[in-house]
T-cell receptor, first 116, second 116 residues
Framework: AQSVSQHNHHVILSEAASLELGCNYSYGGTVNLFWYVQYPGQHLQLLLK??????LVKGIKGFEAEFIKSKFSFNLRKPSVQWSDTAEYFCAVNEKGSGNTGKLIFGQGTTLQVKP | EAGVVQSPRYKIIEKKQPVAFWCNPI?????LYWYLQNLGQGPELLIRYENEEAVDDSQLPKDRFSAERLKGVDSTLKIQPAELGDSAVYLCASSLVDLANTGELFFGEGSRLTVL
């Protein structure tokens, strides 16, 4: 069965530090890839997505992610985090070309705490 | 534009009692999803609707869970009877197009259920 693995469960950084959150998936076919963010007290919202083309995608608030097909990875990065980036981050995968194209599989999430 | 609306936001019940959650998706979104999110985990799909039709309910525990989406707009998710292990956040999401075709999910704030 398809699965998504996020390696870091809880990350603590100081402001201005660089961020990289790992995400790996198990599906061997073509996929769409997403990062969602949930700020404290708010709903899940899309941070960025990859469907095709340039494997380096840019999202809101200075975030970017790189799709490396050979490594089945879609890591999230930000060069300099801010206190307002404190949130929970979820990687998600949707498989293409199957009978279940409407299903989004989420990782277990990474809690990011940024210290001012 | 109004987002996905869910109610109630919080519900505390005793085990064996019934409970129902309601979701109003974004206007015009034909696809509606119910997700379950346990503490410290990512969301897991319970059921997906395309208009009025449940196209994926393979993860819905049908002995105690039921859902409906009358008229292809609002949806309700019911648990009867509730068990202690049902304590979780129940998320509703909607999308305009299928995920495989550049769609994205829009989430509500969730309904947090506590079963005592």
């Amino acid at each position: 069965a398809q699965s998504v693995s996020q390696h870091n469960h809880h990350v603590i950084l100081s402001e201005a530090a660089s961020l990289e959150l790992g995400c790996n998936y198990s599906y061997g076919g073509t996929v769409n890839l997403f990062w969602y963010v949930q700020y404290p007290g708010q709903h899940l919202q899309l941070l960025l997505k990859y469907f095709s083309g340039d494997p380096l995608v840019k999202g809101i608030k200075g975030f970017e992610a790189e799709f490396i097909k050979s490594k089945f990875s879609f890591n999230l990065r930000k060069p300099s985090v801010q206190w307002s980036d404190t949130a929970e981050y979820f990687c998600a995968v949707n498989e293409k070309g199957s009978g279940n194209t409407g299903k989004l599989i989420f990782g277990q999430g990474t809690t990011l705490q940024v210290k001012p | 534009e109004a987002g996905v609306v869910q109610s109630p936001r919080y519900k505390i019940i005793e085990k064996k009692q019934p409970v129902a959650f309601w979701c109003n998706p974004i206007s015009g979104h034909n696809t509606l999803y119910w997700y379950l999110q346990n503490l410290g985990q990512g969301p897991e799909l319970l059921i997906r609707y395309e208009n009025e039709e449940a196209v994926d309910d393979s993860q819905l525990p049908k002995d105690r869970f039921s859902a409906e989406r009358l008229k292809g707009v609002d949806s309700t998710l019911k648990i009867q009877p509730a068990e202690l292990g049902d304590s979780a956040v129940y998320l509703c999401a909607s999308s305009l197009v299928d995920l495989a075709n550049t769609g994205e999910l829009f989430f509500g704030e969730g309904s947090r259920l506590t079963v005592l």
